[in-house]
């Protein structure tokens, strides 16, 4: 069993559309971090949180640590938007990632 | 912005040959960690490094891998003898604290044939 589930594993979405991106954990974590990959392979660390809310101009990232489970939302998609969402957490140093969510905004 | 550096971007080598792969970290960190992405599949966690040592270890990670900080600013990650299932994405991260943001390289994707 996966530690780390994502869900949905393709999305695709129209321009302009609200989009949420799920994420479910089973171990302990000291963090959660959501990350972006570009098609090119790069990976960049989009937010690092352990309770609550944050929010990145578009991007807001919830966690419920009593459910295990945090949500990336993506207010007004947009095209330049499509890459892959991964979900990672960390027990304490490494992390632990999920398969990926890849997304596709279309014009 | 800082950022993690790795070269080369793109290695091909042949089965059972040695290859290295660099990373630069962000200056002021000192937690080091190799993880690798096969074609398709999730990121996976191979090895972490702080202190010049080994501080985790993933299964993955056997005899045919070492890592090493040889000169106070590269951390390496070697394979001595590449198998096809070598053949992956190998990224670098870097943070400053066990529980801080994680900065990523670039990444090396090395073809085994």
């Known amino acids: 069993k996966n530690e780390v589930e994502q869900s949905p594993q393709n999305l695709t979405a129209q321009e302009g559309e609200f989009i949420t991106i799920n994420c479910s954990y089973s171990?302990?974590?000291?963090?959660l971090h959501w990350l972006q990959q570009h098609p090119g392979g790069g990976i960049v660390s989009l937010f690092m949180l352990s309770s609550g809310k944050k929010k990145h101009g578009r991007l807001i990232a919830t966690i419920n640590i009593q459910e295990k489970h945090s949500s990336l939302h993506i207010t007004a998609s947009h095209p330049r938007d499509s890459a892959v969402y991964i979900c990672?957490?960390?027990?304490?140093?490494?992390?632990?990632f999920g398969q990926g969510t890849e997304l596709s905004v279309k014009p | 912005e800082p950022e993690v550096t790795q070269t080369p971007s793109h290695q091909v080598t042949q089965m059972g040959q040695e290859v290295i792969l660099r990373c630069v970290p962000i200056?002021?960190?000192?937690?080091f960690y190799w993880y690798r992405q096969i074609l398709g599949q999730k990121v996976e966690f191979l090895v972490s490094f702080y202190n010049n040592e080994i501080s985790e270890k993933s299964e993955i990670f056997d005899d045919q891998f070492s890592v090493e900080r040889p000169d106070g600013s590269n951390f390496t990650l070697k394979i001595r003898s590449t198998k096809l299932e070598d053949s992956a994405m190998y990224f670098c991260a870097t943070r400053g604290q066990p529980n801080t943001e994680a900065f990523f390289g670039q990444g090396t994707r090395l073809t085994v044939v």
């Open positions: 200056s002021n960190h000192l937690y």
């Open positions: 990672a957490v960390s027990p304490g140093g490494k992390l632990i």
């Open positions: 171990v302990g974590i000291s963090a």
